[in-house]
């Protein structure tokens, strides 16, 4: 990366995040739905409209809880969506917003140009129907954005062979860590298979998505960890087997901003603002400044700690798309 390089990352949850880089906003998976199906939205308000502000969205999948059709509907006129090769054949529903979206379908080493951006499909682990026993299947993807820095997105994914290979260097990973069930299936990175996906990836830095957000009707007592326990959990592997990448464990509607200041590989070092910021150690200087709302301190796996008496603005109130057709074959999503 050049000096001075800065990419910003707000989750808006699960596997909802915009990217700035360069000055194009890329939105990754949008779900602004408060129910789908036999979820709830169970921790963090509704992205509130500026949310679906982006210049490109990635969808990583058909699953209804990462490829939305009422949440997509709610995009500009005239925006660009990546989706998965085949999507628009498994997916009747997208047919109604070909007339007002760009739909692009692209498959694995593929790569489109958003301005000063370039999107490089790669590919992922995971199951990759829109239904749970539906006989289309269309490979899940995940993303590479190369600007002034390179942000992976793995939408959803487990481990595999050559992982690394196919994603090449990365300065940020967006990587699951859960899912919006008890149990996960086949095809998930947890916790500690995030970590270790983190320590073969090396990255600078790191946010954990995809969990502690939606979560089934009538199940709160059950395995309630598995709900509120992955981001930490992540945050203490991580520290273990990657120390030198920087985690940001961001709350709903926060935002981090990962500088680089030239001053080395692993040259980042918190001065978070806002609640639930959680970090891991990392040699070097720099930064990565976090906003949002809330107060108190989060602290991390490794040497530093990460204040949060700021203030800001995160996710306000809003209304989402409604229910959708099942979430795919493995509780968890």
């Known amino acids: 990366m050049t000096n001075a390089v800065t990419v910003e990352i707000t989750w808006w949850g699960h596997a909802t995040v915009t990217v700035r880089d360069s000055g194009v906003r890329v939105l990754t998976d949008p779900l602004f ?10 921790r963090g308000a509704v992205p509130p409209p500026p949310a679906a502000e982006a210049d490109v969205v990635l969808v990583s999948h058909l699953h209804a809880d990462h490829l939305h059709v009422g949440s997509l509907a709610r995009l500009a006129a005239g925006t660009t969506v990546l989706l998965p090769r ?16 760009r739909l692009v379908e ?16 790669v590919p992922a682990a995971h199951d990759g129907r829109r239904m749970p026993y539906g006989k289309q299947r269309v490979a899940a993807l995940g993303y590479v954005i190369a600007g002034q820095a390179r942000t992976y997105f793995a939408g959803d994914t487990g481990l595999f062979d ?17 899912g919006w069930g008890p149990f996960l299936g086949h095809g998930h990175l947890d916790a500690g298979r995030a970590a270790r996906a983190l320590a073969e990836l090396a990255p600078r830095a790191a946010v954990p998505v995809h969990y502690g957000t939606y979560w089934p009707i009538g199940m709160d007592a059950v395995r309630p960890h598995e709900f509120h326990s992955p981001g930490h959990d992540f945050v203490r592997l991580a520290a273990r087997t990657a120390p030198q990448v920087r985690v940001h464990r961001l709350e709903h509607g926060q935002s981090v901003l990962v ?26 200087s720099g930064s990565g400044r976090g906003t949002g709302t809330g107060s108190g301190a989060g602290t991390g796996g490794g040497a530093a700690t ?19 057709p099942g979430l795919g074959r493995e509780s968890g999503g």
Do not use: W
């Open 33 to 42: 739905a408060r129910r789908l199906a036999h979820l709830r939205r169970r």
């Open 306 to 324: 990460a204040p949060g008496s700021g203030t800001g603005t995160a996710a306000g109130a809003g209304t989402g798309g409604g229910t959708g």
């Open 259 to 284: 500088e680089d200041t030239g001053a080395g590989r692993y040259a980042h070092e918190d001065a978070a603002r806002g609640g639930g910021t959680e970090s891991g150690s990392a040699p070097g």
């Open 162 to 178: 050559g992982m690394a290979e196919a994603v090449g260097p990365c300065d940020v990973a967006l990587l699951p860590v859960g």
């Open 106 to 121: 692209t498959g694995a080493g593929e790569s489109v140009d958003f301005g000063a951006v370039t999107v490089r499909a």
């Open 86 to 101: 085949g999507a628009l054949a498994a997916v009747p529903g997208l047919r109604r917003l070909r007339y007002r979206l």
